[in-house]
T-cell receptor
């Protein structure tokens, strides 16, 4: 009965590869997010999706693309991976009338 | 620029003592403020929020936070620390984004270590 689940938990890949991280929430929330946490533990919002529509796209390289097949899923695709993409990526969701996020447990991406 | 600052990378406190984790903010308008906790290998968990009303907000696990408008601060507190409180704590503020939407800005995090 996990609320927000991400797969995989760990991902090690070589520079130049393309990879995807999946996120699913069973809370019925309207908005889903992707955050990047760097080595200094700083959290930066990457994308926000509401009812399958991209709302916020921060200054993230276009190698990153969110894909939302339905309200319960928001996947993150990364093309041509670079060393600097190594980080922990968190998926989160939030209902429309509540300010509290529910976060997934994170995906640790290591690019070698 | 709108921002959140957590001036301490780490806070050490003895078990049973009161703890404070500091947060200051810089936003236009009335702030919506939040505290989250991250345990090792886990996602962030919501602790508490301030939207309006009483300046002292009570949250999960016995934590509370005090909103101080004049000092633009929202410090997290607990009267008696537990070893199990050891974790990474994030302060966040909600600000207006593009096209009538909102985004959340997180601080850099403060690692709390409670010593037995």
């Amino acid at each position: 009965d996990t609320a927000v689940s991400q797969t995989p938990k760990y991902l090690v890949t070589q520079m130049g590869n393309d990879k995807s991280i999946k996120c699913e929430q069973n809370l019925g929330h309207d908005t889903m997010y992707w955050y990047k946490q760097d080595s200094k533990k700083f959290l930066k919002i990457m994308f926000s999706y509401n009812n399958k529509e991209l709302i916020i796209n921060e200054t993230v390289p276009n190698r990153f693309s969110p894909k939302s097949p339905d309200k319960a899923h928001l996947n993150l695709h990364i093309n041509s991976l670079e060393l600097g993409d190594s980080a922990v990526y968190f998926c989160a969701s939030r209902p429309t009338n509540n300010y509290g996020y529910t976060f997934g447990s994170g995906t640790r991406l290591t690019v070698v | 620029a709108q921002s959140v600052a957590q001036p301490e990378d780490q806070v050490n406190v003895a078990e049973g003592n009161p703890l404070t984790v500091k947060c200051t903010y810089s936003v236009s308008g009335n702030p919506y403020l939040f505290w989250y906790v991250q345990y090792p290998n886990r996602g962030l968990q919501f602790l508490l929020k301030y939207i309006t009303g009483d300046n002292l907000v009570k949250g999960s696990y016995g934590f509370e936070a005090e909103f101080n408008k004049s000092q633009t601060s929202f410090h997290l507190k607990k009267p008696s620390a537990l070893v199990s409180d050891s974790a990474l704590y994030f302060c966040a503020v909600r600000v207006a984004g593009a096209s009538g939407t909102y985004k959340y800005i997180f601080g850099t995090g403060t690692r709390l270590k409670v010593l037995a």
